[in-house]
């Protein structure tokens, strides 16, 4: 093979993408193609079946069988170029035999092994459009495509169904949503149908709107209010405005003062309990 079909690994989103490719091969489909492919041509698939269809010749060889002179010269695989010429009159034959387009792999995706998975799906659709061609074989393989059948209606009967009103357009013959509220209308208080008469009067107050009979939040202090040392609503006045609540804080119990607060300097001597020094002392020669 010529250099100039010798590809390097792949990296990146590339790799993630042939991972996937690969992934969803089949060997159980490639089992079932490789019998299939040796009943109909007679010839013995080589153990890497991806590896023998890459010349062209099996895969001519299969379209002549199923409909005689699709592909008229196959080349031998002398070059290269001889194994695209056989994979390209494969393609173009398999297309005049009935495939759709989205069904035919790349002469790339085998030659050049980059997608394995859509040969191998090229290969059982054309299993089945040789089953829908009345081409029956000992290895089941392929779905057989649905037949066309044209149905003619006599003019009568075209007019009789005129007449018809299609289920798609509604039934009374079921439970419906007749006489339901609507999505987002308001809701009467009474039917108008059942002859109730309506409301005594407007000031009336229906207890969907509320009521003040029953147990409420009011009085109670909202989210993030002040609270109250003294209830107003019931006459009870503070002793005085002197007086300091506990919750201001206490000289009553053990309390921090005295103590050193947190980045401050700890003396050596307590100014307390040592003598106040008229003269300056010195320490090992030091003030």
């Known amino acids: 093979m010529s250099t100039q079909f010798s590809k390097g690994p792949t990296f990146g989103l590339s790799a993630d993408v042939r991972n996937k490719l690969v992934q969803k091969y089949d060997p159980q489909t490639e089992e079932a193609l490789r019998l299939w492919m040796q009943e109909v041509t007679g010839r013995v698939m080589p153990d890497k079946f991806m590896e023998g269809l890459k010349d062209g010749v099996i895969l001519c060889e299969l379209i002549n069988k199923l409909q005689p002179g699709l592909v008229p010269k196959i080349n031998q695989p002398a070059l290269n170029w001889h194994k695209l010429e056989n994979i390209t009159n494969f393609i173009r034959a398999i297309s005049d035999y009935g495939l759709k387009p989205h069904d035919i792999f790349e002469a790339n995706d085998l030659f050049e092994d980059m997608n394995h998975t859509q040969v191998q799906c090229t290969l059982v659709t054309l299993a ?160």
């Open 128 to 287: 089945g459009m040789a089953k829908t061609k009345g081409f029956y074989t000992k290895y089941d393989i392929g779905v057989k495509y649905s037949s066309k059948k044209n149905r003619k209606f006599t003019p009568e009967k075209l007019k009789e169904g005129n007449s018809i009103i299609c289920q798609q357009m509604g039934s009374n013959k079921y439970a419906s949503q007749k006489g339901m509220t609507s999505y987002g209308t308001r809701r009467h208080i009474y039917d108008p149908k059942m002859g109730v008469e309506k409301p005594v009067d407007r000031n009336s107050i229906h207890l969907q709107m509320g009521t003040n009979k029953c147990a409420s939040m009011s009085g109670m202090a909202a989210l993030g209010t002040v609270r109250q040392v003294t209830e107003k609503n019931m006459s009870v006045e503070p002793v005085d405005t002197t007086t300091v609540s506990l919750q201001m804080g206490t000289n009553k119990v053990p309390s921090q003062k005295g103590l050193t607060p947190m980045g401050g300097s700890r003396r050596v001597y307590d100014r307390k309990y040592c003598d106040q020094r008229s003269e300056e002392a010195t320490y090992d020669g030091f003030k």
